[in-house]
């Protein structure tokens, strides 16, 4: 009797193939597999860089080698062979592209699959997208557009190229070189990224919008991300990432560094989609970013983030709260499912005076999931009436899946205000019925239930960026109740 | 209607419902009343679907089609409403988006579009008329914060919105103080019709008074063991129910 729905929607669910699982047939131009000096010249020579780039990606390579993969996050996996990876792969084009109508079909149906329609983009929603396909940049809109405010938004490679006196300025300011395995191997290797400039006191008009996607197999992706919002300026920048299917594992470290200059605000959202390999976490995605920014007076840096892929995501989005009356602020929802592992959260590092910040985490943790938050509030003796407000939420959607929490609070400022809350919930059969009972099916039931309770986070998220956000959580927790 | 036979059903291993038996026709309003434990709110659960209940035996007929053979989201698009005895908290959903879903959801078995966003709202603003529910609760997370009495009203607003052939109402008179238990049984007279039926479970008499029933049902152990007309609740409120179990036993 009663509703059979759980054991139908999981047979759904384990029969069903990762929706973004796709490959697009573009010839590439790849990197033996390997990593050593050479190939580090190589990249750097395909790019045309600069001998200061080459130089600093050397050194970089240097650090990492005397570095060790970290092992205290609360992950289990097998240590990638980083001897046995490709560290570039450019997608083949012949020549330069001046509108998107160059661009090759396939590529284009790509982008469409993805539900990046680029024109629709341009037309209906205002968002200027910097395409990543694999590593390089092939199609960037609205340039001219935020060219006449002075904005800079292209690919990594073209503002090593076009703007080096920002690039060198700026560039391991807030993630060095040494700051961990990964950010150095990102340093040695990375290949594009974004660059986004937004001058003094300019309000950026548009929500700015990168999309990455690994596509290469056997390709690690290695992104390089900066923002710089000069003093009293604004940007909002959204990433988001779908990737296609995969039998052996891929590894993606990014860095993203924010610099928030007097005054200034950046607003960072990420979807986060990166295939998470299968029911037995098989083939997915290593996910090792070091995102951080730095807020000098009276600025302010909001995280937003929405993980729902990968097989491994290590992953902590801080705020380095250097000048006085600067804000840092991080909205997280984590999914994990079947045998997904996350360890994520942020670190806020206070140094100025009257330095505020909020930390609002949502950790969701189906099938043999585990789900751990981690993070450290810092409050330095510098850092007089410091406040920090931290809320950590955990929802289990069956027995078997694990959530944790990991908080680390440091006060050597004794008119600090920390406040720290958290709860474990497991998701309500009650609430369930009650959606059922009501002629909602139970995959909707779910969706409404969990994007209820991630709503603080998904509220943060611009308008278009919500909806996909949503979208993503209902379709990585199909069949996920037990 | 509702033709229910031999219905057996148990939780846990524990057999609540020992053989019930009850035919509701169209349009007719029955109230099952019975001592604490006898398996009312059961027998709501089990006509709901609910998955922690055994059915170890018997039939249900929903208006022709096999009622136990269906999941709880079909029997619910098929007209089957259960109000709750302690409606739940969803936090983060708007009651609006909640009703929308249902509303949708029933369309759907129905064969039709979504509703329109206008003519959604305009239906809301009917039927949020019928419980005096106004616009602060209806935009609020669904239940969470309301008090008991704008639980139970925000239970009978929802009826309203999916306009079910058969109601169940658990115990909605549970909590209720006298004006909102007269806002709520007005809510649901206003939605008595011929081809609509209730099936009232409560414990006391005086949801009655407002609710007037066709019938009323003792369960005992599980089982109807008596069965009369209106006045059987009055007799029910004088002398108890240990009468009825001495008759039974006897």
Redesign the interface.
């Known amino acids: 009797?009663?509703?059979?729905?759980?054991d139908k929607v999981l047979e759904e669910v384990t029969g069903k193939s990762y929706e973004f699982g796709f490959t697009t047939e573009i010839e590439s131009d790849k990197a033996p597999a390997g990593l050593n000096e050479d190939i580090i010249r190589m990249i750097s020579a395909k790019k045309e860089e600069p001998e200061w780039m080459l130089k600093w990606r050397l050194e970089a390579f240097a650090v990492w080698q005397t570095m060790e993969e970290p092992d205290w996050p609360h992950l289990n996996y097998e240590k990638p062979d980083y001897q046995a990876i490709s560290y570039y792969a450019a997608p083949k084009q012949k020549k330069q592209l001046n509108s998107l109508d160059e661009v090759d079909p396939e590529l284009r149906r790509t982008m469409e699959k993805l539900g990046i329609s680029m024109e629709e983009q341009k037309r209906l929603s205002g968002v200027a997208v910097d395409f990543v396909m694999d590593s390089v940049s092939v199609a960037t809109s609205f340039k001219e557009k935020l060219a006449e405010l002075g904005i800079i938004f292209c690919s990594m490679s073209e503002a090593v190229q076009e703007h080096p006196e920002l690039v060198r300025k700026h560039l391991g300011t807030v993630v060095p070189t040494r700051d961990n395995f990964f950010s150095a191997l990102n340093s040695a290797v990375f290949t594009d990224g974004s660059f986004c400039y937004i001058p003094k006191g300019v309000r950026c008009p548009m929500e700015l919008s990168t999309y990455f996607r690994i596509n290469e197999s056997g390709t690690g992706q290695f992104e390089r991300t900066l923002v710089v919002a000069d003093e009293g300026s604004y940007v909002s920048y959204l990433e988001g990432c779908t990737a296609p299917q995969r039998d052996e594992n891929q590894l993606h470290a990014a860095v993203v560094e924010l610099v928030a200059l007097d005054e200034a605000e950046i607003k960072y959202s990420t979807v986060q989609n990166w295939y998470p390999g299968d029911a037995q976490g098989k083939g997915g995605v290593y996910n090792f970013v070091t995102k951080r920014g730095i807020c000098h007076r009276r600025s302010k840096i909001s995280w937003t983030q929405v993980e729902t892929g990968s097989a491994v995501t290590w992953k902590y989005p801080s705020c380095i709260l250097k000048g006085d009356h600067s804000v840092g602020e991080f909205y997280s929802v984590a999914v994990t499912n079947n045998a997904q592992q996350a360890d994520t959260g942020t670190k806020m590092i206070h140094l100025g005076k009257n330095t505020h910040s909020t930390i609002i985490s949502k950790g969701i943790s189906a099938g043999n999931s585990h789900n751990s938050y981690r993070g450290l509030v810092q409050i330095m003796p510098s850092a007089a009436n410091a406040r920090n407000f931290s809320q950590c939420d955990s929802l289990l959607m069956t027995d078997t899946s694990g959530a944790h929490t990991f908080p680390y609070i440091e006060v050597k400022n004794p008119t600090a205000q920390v406040e720290h809350e958290a709860t474990t919930s497991k998701i309500?059969?009650?609430?369930i019925?009650?959606?059922?009972?009501?002629?909602?099916?139970?995959e909707?039931a779910i969706s409404?239930?969990v994007?209820?309770?991630?709503?603080?986070v998904l509220n943060q998220l611009p308008m278009e960026f919500a909806v996909e956000a949503q979208k993503l959580l209902s379709i990585s927790l199909e069949g996920s109740v037990g | 209607m509702l033709t229910i036979n031999e219905l057996k059903a148990s939780i846990d291993d524990a057999q609540i419902l020992k053989g019930l038996n009850l035919t509701i026709k169209p349009g007719e309003v029955h109230a099952i009343m019975g001592p604490n434990g006898s398996g009312k709110s059961t027998l709501a659960s089990v006509l709901a679907g609910r998955e922690d209940y055994e059915v170890d035996g018997g039939s249900v007929d929903f208006d022709g089609v096999d009622l136990l053979d269906m999941d709880a989201t079909e029997r619910a698009r098929a007209g089957l409403f259960l109000a709750f005895q302690y409606p739940v908290e969803i936090p983060g959903v708007s009651n609006i988006n909640f009703m929308r879903a249902a509303v949708n959801g029933k369309r759907e078995h129905e064969g039709k579009e979504p509703i329109k966003g206008k003519d959604f709202l305009d239906m809301v603003k009917e039927k949020a008329k019928l419980v005096e529910l106004d616009g602060r609760l209806r935009n609020r997370s669904v239940n969470e914060g309301f008090s008991g009495g704008e639980k139970k009203r925000n239970e009978i607003f929802q009826m309203a919105m999916l306009e079910p052939k058969l109601a169940i109402l658990d115990e909605t008179d549970s909590g209720l103080d006298i004006d909102a238990l007269r806002i709520v049984s007005e809510g649901v007279n206003a939605m008595r019709s011929p081809d609509r039926s209730f099936l009232v479970i409560t414990h006391y008499q005086r949801l009655l008074d407002y609710i007037v029933p066709d019938f009323v049902h003792v369960l005992v152990d599980g089982r109807i063991v008596h069965s009369g007309g209106k006045e059987l609740a009055l007799e029910l409120e004088e002398k108890g129910y240990d009468w009825i179990k001495e008759d039974v036993t006897a």
């Open positions: 009797m009663a509703y059979d729905g759980k309500g059969e009650d609430q019925f009650y959606c059922l009972q009501r002629g909602i099916d139970a909707q409404l239930i994007n209820g309770y991630a709503k603080e």
